[in-house]
């Protein structure tokens, strides 16, 4: 996959691309991450990029000369092209799977009161990483980039991926590692076990709970299993007898 960044901001990429996973799959060539200086693409001998709002008010917005200027120098017939707004839709997990097969996916990052409208003509779709505003949308596709390329394949181990939070529906169970005991609070006797039904049994309960009282949005069209709903019940009647 090839992930090209429009931004004004290309220093903020530098501890992104070059550490951990992202490094990583990069030096195994999973992905290539290029920075394009929207800057750079200006046509004014001052290198402005925004302008003052017609209409009045505060703030300055994007220019469409240089930002379109910049998508075409990297944009090819492979690209999807996604802005990120506050307006957008929110990305999600679900999201990030539908990007896995894109071959150039190009992330534009807004910054000051946002960019010309008639940009928006331009792009494939709006997204947002949430109800909040940010500063620009350079933390914005830093964070769509990393979900996106920890799914491709031989990104990271495979399993890895199965129960993780939002991947089946539900949060993920809690882990623990060593020591077995820490200031009194004791890893849960099961997972010391060894018996692998029982492990799985107590993680896929603790992942219906987890889920249940943090985010009972994700349950709500849940089409549970037999074991999923005894487990739902018996967690339930567990919450109700500790009177939460
Ligand atoms: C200060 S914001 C502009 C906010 C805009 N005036 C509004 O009210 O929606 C500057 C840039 O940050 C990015 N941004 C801000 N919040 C975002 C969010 N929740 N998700 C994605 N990008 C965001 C966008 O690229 C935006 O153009």
């Given at each position: 996959?090839?992930?090209?960044?429009?931004?004004?901001?290309?220093?903020?990429?530098?501890?992104?691309?070059?550490?951990?996973?992202?490094?990583?799959?990069?030096?195994?060539?999973?992905?290539?991450?290029?920075?394009?200086?929207?800057?750079?693409?200006?046509?004014?001998?001052?290198?402005?990029?925004?302008?003052?709002?017609?209409?009045?008010?505060?703030?300055?917005?994007?220019?469409?000369?240089?930002?379109?200027?910049?998508?075409?120098?990297?944009?090819?017939?492979?690209?999807?092209?996604?802005?990120?707004?506050?307006?957008?839709?929110?990305?999600?997990?679900?999201?990030?799977?539908?990007?896995?097969?894109?071959?150039?996916?190009?992330?534009?990052?807004?910054?000051?009161?946002?960019?010309?409208?008639?940009?928006?003509?331009?792009?494939?779709?709006?997204?947002?990483?949430?109800?909040?505003?940010?500063?620009?949308?350079?933390?914005?596709?830093?964070?769509?980039?990393?979900?996106?390329?920890?799914?491709?394949?031989?990104?990271?181990?495979?399993e890895s991926?199965l129960d993780e939070s939002?991947e089946n529906?539900l949060l993920e169970y809690p882990h623990y590692?060593?020591?077995?005991?820490?200031?009194?609070?004791?890893v849960p006797d099961v997972l010391l076990s060894g018996h692998h039904e029982n492990i799985r049994k107590y993680r896929l309960k603790e992942s219906l709970r987890n889920t249940?009282?943090?985010?009972?949005?994700?349950?709500?069209?849940?089409?549970?299993t037999?074991e999923e709903?005894?487990l739902?019940?018996e967690i339930?009647?567990?919450?109700?007898?500790?009177?939460?």
């Amino acid at each position: 996959m090839r992930i090209s960044i429009l931004t004004l901001f290309p220093e903020m990429f530098d501890g992104f691309i070059n550490t951990s996973i992202i490094a990583r799959a990069i030096k195994q060539e999973k992905v290539t991450i290029e920075c394009i200086n929207i800057r750079d693409f200006t046509l004014d001998k001052h290198n402005h990029v925004d302008d003052t709002p017609f209409g009045g008010g505060r703030g300055m917005v994007m220019m469409c000369q240089p930002v379109l200027d910049a998508l075409q120098s990297v944009r090819t017939s492979d690209s999807k092209v996604y802005l990120l707004a506050a307006a957008g839709e929110t990305f999600n997990q679900k999201k990030a799977r539908s990007f896995v097969n894109v071959k150039h996916l190009i992330l534009i990052c807004g910054h000051y009161e946002g960019l010309d409208a008639r940009i928006y003509d331009e792009v494939d779709g709006l997204i947002s990483i949430g109800d909040y505003i940010l500063t620009g949308g350079e933390l914005a596709s830093m964070i769509i980039a990393d979900a996106v390329i920890r799914l491709l394949e031989g990104v990271i181990v495979e399993e890895s991926h199965l129960d993780e939070s939002f991947e089946n529906g539900l949060l993920e169970y809690p882990h623990y590692t060593k020591p077995v005991e820490y200031n009194g609070k004791k890893v849960p006797d099961v997972l010391l076990s060894g018996h692998h039904e029982n492990i799985r049994k107590y993680r896929l309960k603790e992942s219906l709970r987890n889920t249940y009282i943090n985010r009972p949005d994700l349950l709500s069209n849940r089409e549970y299993t037999k074991e999923e709903y005894k487990l739902l019940d018996e967690i339930k009647d567990e919450i109700k007898s500790k009177g939460e």
